[in-house]
């Protein structure tokens, strides 16, 4: 079983940037398809980004493409999500996953199995 932990969240203007971290620990985020969520206030749960194993796969939400990069770094047990251009309607919570690896492979939102705590990224205009 992998344990997540998010950090990085925080409050920034519109047009600011944020990084955030998901630290791992009880197994090695080498095992997992890992991918970024988030959920406002009163909307359902949203995929933001999905990277593969070996990080040679990402895919993205329609609503960053081109402005949110996830990475990972397999040898600090840490996945990545830089995210620029940030928008009021970025605001909500983000959560960090893992999963079987199959599901980077088909591009997809489910089944993720292990997820974070969750941070805070509120997005001011």
């Known amino acids: 079983r992998v344990q997540l932990v998010e950090s990085g969240g925080g409050s920034v203007q519109a047009g600011g940037s944020l990084r955030l971290s998901c630290a791992a620990s009880?197994?090695?985020?080498?095992?997992?398809?890992m991918g970024w969520f988030r959920q406002a206030p009163g909307k359902e749960r949203e995929g933001v980004a999905g990277?593969?194993?070996?990080?040679?796969?990402?895919y993205y939400g329609d609503s960053v493409k081109g402005r949110f990069t996830i990475s990972r770094d397999n040898t600090k047990n840490t996945l990545y999500l830089q995210m620029n251009s940030l928008k009021p309607e970025d605001t909500a919570m983000y959560y960090c996953?893992?999963?079987?690896?199959?599901?980077?492979?088909?591009?997809?939102?489910?089944?993720?199995?292990?997820w974070g705590q969750g941070t805070q990224v509120t997005v001011s205009s």
């Open positions: 996953a893992a999963g079987p690896t199959y599901v980077c492979y088909l591009g997809s939102w489910s089944p993720y199995k292990y």
């Open positions: 009880g197994d090695s985020v080498s095992n997992y398809c």
């Open positions: 990277i593969s194993t070996g990080g040679g796969r990402t």
